[in-house]
């Protein structure tokens, strides 16, 4: 399969590890036909209040399961779809893969809503069963489920767009920040910024590789 829908369950935030792990196998690019999978996964460490609070996986459910670090992507994958798609791309080893935001295709599409989280954009999009949706969301089951529908509003909004490949692209392009997101600046269009503010922000060694291409471009 070229494309899957994934999202993960962790032990936190610091160095997380999957504790849960589920993908959608995308038979075509119209997002019709799926093929769901999931599975548990016992990490080498406790997992942080915090996480287990959201996903309400807890350490003892997880002995008999095999380590989160044998977990690998099925074969073939090229292109990984998610909702904030980078956290969960680390938390299995940053493999080798193309990777598709919808958080970022969300707020490209729709910048004048008040929020673009997944849940949010389930309000936004299908009203109508948001909230029975929601009931179990942050379960990686439920999530990529929910990421399918957000997705295929996408892909309907983009009829120009006819291959993952395509998509991947105007992924790229959504993730380019057009005003700055943090610091003194926070509000001001890239473009605006000041020369020496510009200059400082590209000398820093842990920018943000498309914040750079904000910078630069």
Known sequence: MRAIIFDTETTGINEPEIVEAAWLRL?????????EES???KPSKPIELGAMAVH????????????????????????????NVD????????????????????????????????????????????RERLVHAHSAAV?????????????????????WEELWLCSEKARIPKVMPFG???????????ADYRAWLLRQPDIDQYMRKALTQ
């Open 27 to 35: 038979a075509s690019f119209e997002c019709s036909d799926v093929i």
């Open 39 to 41: 599975e548990k996964f």
């Open 56 to 83: 309400h996986i807890m350490d003892e459910d997880l002995v008999n399961c095999r380590p989160s670090s044998s977990f690998r992507l099925p074969d073939g994958t090229e292109y990984l779809i998610g909702h």
């Open 87 to 130: 956290f969960d791309w680390g938390a299995i080893g940053k493999p080798d893969v193309k990777r598709i935001c919808t958080l970022a295709l969300s707020r490209y599409l729709w910048p004048d809503i008040d929020s673009h989280s997944q849940s949010a954009m389930l309000y936004f999009l299908d009203r109508d069963n948001a």
């Open 143 to 163: 999530d990529v489920s929910n990421c399918h529908i957000i997705l295929q509003h996408i892909v309907r909004r983009l009829p120009e767009v006819t291959s």
């Open 184 to 194: 003194k600046h926070k509000g001001t269009p890239i473009e605006k910024l000041p």
